[in-house]
């Protein structure tokens, strides 16, 4: 009996040392896949301190996407809550980072399409959708938001955040 709990003992301990690295490998991946974040533009909100609401709306039409308002002036240290809706019939995204990530982004969305986006900077939204993020920008600059879904940005769905 002693014998069988030390095998089992040991066989446990043997599963975690296994188990631990890929751990780690999975983190790290998924990290690599969602653009190498530390957010350029800024962090999460804090919803316990003041914020100023900012909607947005993206659209679609006959060779047309959008988003409304696509020119954002905060304030350093704002918080925004930016309400989106997607009024278009096609999906869309939102994603606040820097023109450089936004790019580098978009290369790895043409390879995979499908990637969807749930993160503190950025959200897919299906069709007549709405969705919230509350930012807080940290960092003077000029930051976009944009539509990685292929042909999007090209077709207009970008827009500029000053920082000042
Ligand atoms: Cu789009």
Known sequence: MS???AIAGI???ALFAAALPHFDGLV?????AHTDHVFAAGEPGDPKKPFRVVEITMTDGPGTMS???DKIQVRKG???KFVLKN???LPHEFLLDSFENNAKHKIEMAK????EHDDPNGKRLESKKSAEILWRFTTAGTFEFACLIPGHYETGMKGVIVVK
């Open 87 to 89: 009024t278009g019939y």
């Open 28 to 32: 790290s991946v998924r990290a690599i």
């Open 3 to 5: 014998v069988r709990l």
């Open 78 to 80: 704002e918080q925004i």
């Open 11 to 13: 066989s446990v301990a």
């Open 112 to 115: 995979n399409p499908e990637m």
């Open 67 to 69: 988003y409304s308002p």
